[in-house]
């Protein structure tokens, strides 16, 4: 679903978390500026980030992080029913982002051109990534950098203009899973494959045999013919979280003084500030 804005609708999270234990939002990048939040609004937002965020000199690379993060933050809060200043990001060693403070809810970020991609799961972990459809990863080298040699037998049996498609969904999957799993660009994506020709997949084995017993769910989508986003939902095998309210994992009086704090006065500001 497409979120327009901090003042879309944040229900159809709710709902979908509710009916599919998953949710994939995104955005266009100049619907979330940064700068429209104002310094020391930006700065509660961003959190632990703030200091990350200062630190990034390129203007498009700080706008992409601070964009994606107040995304990701409005998205959480509206499945835990917090404020979104509220929310806290942390970050494992290779740099998976999560909930700081509640595990019911995994998340994922990607980013890429104009656009900020979301994926919220309460049944598993999930990874998403997003590419432009565009964009031409054919050449030398495929079986050492991308593909496993049965990928790279797949794609060289393509006609060539289908090639570059095939990779850019391949390395979408590829960069899902990987988030997914928490190991980034630790695992060798010549380690482990899916099918090049479209259909549904699960995680093979370098030669094309099956890697899994069918705990993941994966799934393609193209945006507008110009982005092609991909999303991995491993299945932890315990169900979905029924009630992600944050009410409901912390203690009451710990929920009120966090409400108290960083919502009322916030809310107050908002009313002068249509943008937060």
Same mark, same amino acid.
């Given at each position: 679903m497409v979120i327009t804005g901090p003042g879309g609708d944040w229900s159809t999270v709710r709902a979908d978390l509710d009916r599919h234990a998953t949710a994939i939002l995104y955005a266009r990048l100049d619907d979330w500026r940064p700068e429209r939040a104002g310094g020391p609004r930006l700065r509660a937002l961003l959190g632990r980030d703030w200091e990350r965020f200062l630190e990034l000199t390129h203007p498009d690379v700080r706008t992409r992080f601070a964009s994606s993060r107040v995304l990701l933050k409005f998205a959480a809060a509206a499945a835990l029913h917090v404020p979104p200043q509220s929310v806290e990001l942390g970050y494992t060693h290779t740099g998976r982002p999560y909930l700081r403070g509640y595990d019911g809810v995994h998340i994922s970020l990607s980013h890429t051109d104009e656009l900020l991609l979301v994926g919220l799961a309460t049944g598993g972990v999930i990874g998403v990534d997003a590419e432009r459809a565009d964009r031409k990863l054919y050449g030398p080298g495929l079986g050492r950098h991308m593909c496993t040699p049965h990928e790279v037998e797949e794609i060289e049996?393509?006609?060539?203009?289908? $090639?570059?498609?095939? !990779?850019? $969904?391949?390395?979408?999957?590829k960069e899902a899973y990987s988030k997914a799993i928490g190991l980034g660009m630790q695992f060798r994506f010549t380690d482990f494959g899916f099918r090049s020709d479209g259909t549904p997949t699960d995680v093979l084995r370098p030669n094309g045999e099956p890697g899994s017993d069918g705990e993941w769910t994966f799934r393609t989508y193209e945006l507008s013919d110009t982005y092609v986003v991909s999303v991995a939902v491993g299945d932890a095998?315990?169900?979905?979280?029924?009630?992600?309210?944050?009410?409901?994992? !912390?203690?009451?009086?710990i929920v009120d003084a966090l409400t108290e704090v960083l919502g009322e006065d916030e809310q107050q500001e908002s009313e002068q500030d249509e943008w937060w």
């Open positions: 049996a393509m006609p060539e203009k289908e $090639r570059d498609p095939a !990779l850019v $969904r391949l390395w979408t999957l095998g315990f169900g979905g979280t029924a009630d992600t309210a944050a009410g409901t994992a !912390l203690d009451s009086s």
